[in-house]
């Protein structure tokens, strides 16, 4: 088993029954408490699951970690899956993009286009993609998030509502793995179920590290997807949803696993 395949399990087992103990853990993979403890510590760094004495619970379903934080955080896998969805982004489209540090590095992998007209919620996107003559970028009105430049609220999600575009570019805090999309403010997620309803193709970007992490407000589910975009396979529950659901999951791994 894989480091991150074993990281998948743990989130999952810690998510079903609230708490694992080290010891339990090592049992459970067959290796030893120092490598469990290793594991526990990455995964609360991303905010994953929290860090106990003698274990590993929960991580909080309320707050989502500082801006500055995540925008360095996972920085190389960012980079691979906006590249491929760059690559399936056609020249002259019409998108929305989102609220998130994946989106504002997709944003930079789609410079190389020509002629894209995007609608944003998300400051850092639009200062991103002003910078080119023959891109046309709408931003949406409504109340700016300090924190992280973010635009929410109702006038926000009226104002998505009067496009219907190609393609919905969408960044997520957490994927629950019954396949739920979750985030952690409800204005932040009914501007994104606007923008889900206002597109004929939603192209979802979430690192390895969205997979089983816990937020509170529920956007929606990964049915309504037409294409995941992620850097490792999902654990197998999240995997068979995947499946059923019809969405097309590609993978974007790194040079040396090609």
């Given amino acids: 088993m894989t480091i991150n395949a074993r990281h998948e399990n743990i989130v999952e087992l810690v998510n079903e029954r609230g708490f694992m103990t080290i010891e339990a853990l090592a049992d459970h993979f067959d290796v030893t408490p120092q490598t469990i403890r290793r ?27 500082a801006y500055s934080e995540r925008s360095i955080r996972n920085l190389e896998e960012k980079q691979r899956i906006a590249e491929t969805i760059a690559a399936r982004v056609p020249d002259n489209s019409s998108l929305f993009i989102n609220i998130g540090t994946t989106t504002e590095t997709i944003a930079k992998a789609l410079l190389a286009h020509k002629g894209l007209t995007v609608i944003t919620n998300n400051l850092h996107v639009a200062s991103i993609l002003c910078s080119k003559d023959d891109f046309t970028v709408i931003i949406a009105g409504g109340m700016v998030r300090n924190r992280d430049g973010g635009i929410i609220g109702e006038a926000t999600e009226e104002f998505i509502r009067q496009f219907k575009v190609d393609i919905a570019i969408i960044g997520i805090s957490g994927i629950d793995s019954d396949g739920d999309l979750l985030d952690f ?12 309803e206002h597109s004929r193709q939603i192209f979802l970007a979430a690192d390895h ?12 589910h990964i049915s309504q997807a037409t294409h995941l975009f992620t850097d490792s396979q999902p654990s197998k529950r999240l995997s ?3 499946a059923e659901s019809g969405v097309n999951l590609i993978i974007a791994e790194a040079p040396d696993q090609e």
């Avoid at 594991?39 to 970690?65: C, F, K, Q, W």
């Avoid at 590290?209 to 929606?220: D, Q, V």
């Fill in 39 to 65: 594991d526990i510590n990455t995964l609360d760094e991303s905010g994953r699951l929290r860090r106990y004495h003698g274990g590993a619970g929960l991580a909080t379903s309320t707050v989502n970690m």
């Fill in 240 to 242: 068979a949803c995947i």
């Fill in 185 to 196: 403010d409800y204005q932040e997620v009914r501007v994104a179920q606007a923008i889900i």
């Fill in 209 to 220: 590290t969205k997979f089983g992490r816990n937020a509170m407000i529920r956007l929606g």
